[in-house]
Nanobody, 122 residues
Framework: QVQLVESGGGLVQAGGSLRLSCAASGRTFSNIAMGWFRQAPGKEREFVARIRWSDSSTYYADSVKGRFTIFRDNAKNTVYLQMNSLKPEDTAVYYC???????????????WGQGTQVTVSS
């Protein structure tokens, strides 16, 4: 089992920045990938970004590429999502995710955090 605890959501104006954190505990992480998905009201959950624990390689959705950065702190078993140049369309509940593959499909995610709200005002 892997437990994921998120923090860092909130309200920000368009153009602003937020940093989300996801602290992981439980099983070892050498073969795991961690990432973020988001779900806006009335929309399906979608992939945002992920990082492999083994080599720190990253992958981003086109919609956030160049604005968001995912990185990790090994000592704290924590993954971060730095979100810059935020837009109103980034408003959603953001979920931390852990998986044993490179999936970008929500149905293939093995573990979820509880979610944290990000609201970007125009």
């Amino acid at each position: 089992q892997v437990q994921l605890v998120e923090s860092g959501g909130g309200l920000v104006q368009a153009g602003g920045s937020l940093r989300l954190s996801c602290a992981a505990s439980g099983r070892t992480f050498s073969n795991i990938a961690m990432g973020w998905f988001r779900q806006a009201p009335g929309k399906e959950r979608e992939f945002v970004a992920r990082i492999r624990w083994s080599d720190s390689s990253t992958y981003y959705a086109d919609s956030v590429k160049g604005r968001f950065t995912i990185f990790r702190d090994n000592a704290k078993n924590t993954v971060y999502l730095q979100m810059n140049s935020l837009k109103p369309e980034d408003t959603a509940v953001y979920y931390c995710a852990a998986t044993y593959s490179d999936t970008t499909t929500p149905n293939d995610v093995h573990y979820w955090g509880q979610g944290t709200q990000v609201t970007v005002s125009s």
